[in-house]
């Protein structure tokens, strides 16, 4: 047995607890991998704004798709609008761009709002339409102040609630399929808008 010294147990020892190092702390790995790898998942919450829009859009790739057969369509497009709890949720600091506002000829306020491409909430636009579902503004009141500063297409934030309506879950105002499936407005009574 060969006599190995201190300064050779010194450097057998170093030896080992750099292999040791490098076998937990791998020279190679870079910090970033690292903490990647230590990171835990974060999920992300899709808004209610976000499920609703999904639905509508969703409806109309299938309308398209079938080449204009609606049958079907409308009432599944209801049932899952129903199943994220409309017409009794309540819409609340949801986005969109104002696409239309003015005011009829009994001194109420109407506004049109496009929260995805093709897709709007809105108020009635005539007295006359809108003697059952209660959604003009009237003029004088925050709601019409606050839209009368803005200029048609700005961004604004909005909470109110849908008319609820027996065939479609929430009352939509198209005359036709078509238009009810390709360019929907949901008839709105708005609590707020203001600039987003």
Request: charge should be positive; charged fraction near 15%.
């Amino acid at each position: 047995m060969k006599y190995v010294g201190a300064a050779g147990v010194l450097l057998v020892t170093a030896l080992s607890v750099a292999a040791f190092k490098d076998k937990i702390f791998p020279a190679q790995m870079p910090q970033s991998t690292i903490t990647q790898a230590q990171a835990q998942p974060v999920s992300q919450t899709i808004s209610l704004q976000q499920q609703f829009v999904r639905v509508v859009e969703t409806t109309k790739r299938s309308y398209i798709d079938s080449r204009g057969n609606s049958m079907g369509v409308l009432p599944d497009r209801a049932a899952q609008i129903c199943s994220l709890g409309f017409p009794l949720a309540h819409i609340v600091d949801w986005t969109g761009v104002l696409r239309a506002a003015g005011t009829t000829s009994n001194n109420m306020a109407y506004v049109r709002i496009e929260i995805a491409p093709g897709v709007h909430v809105a108020t009635r636009s005539t007295y006359v339409t809108d003697i059952i579902d209660d959604s003009l503004i009237p003029v004088g009141s925050t709601i019409a102040n606050n839209v009368a500063g803005l200029r048609l297409g700005s961004r604004v934030r909005f909470s109110g609630i849908f008319v609820p309506d027996n065939k479609d879950c929430i009352r939509e105002s198209s005359i036709t399929n078509d238009s009810a499936i390709r360019n929907p407005t949901f008839i709105t009574r708005f609590m707020s808008i203001t600039r987003e």
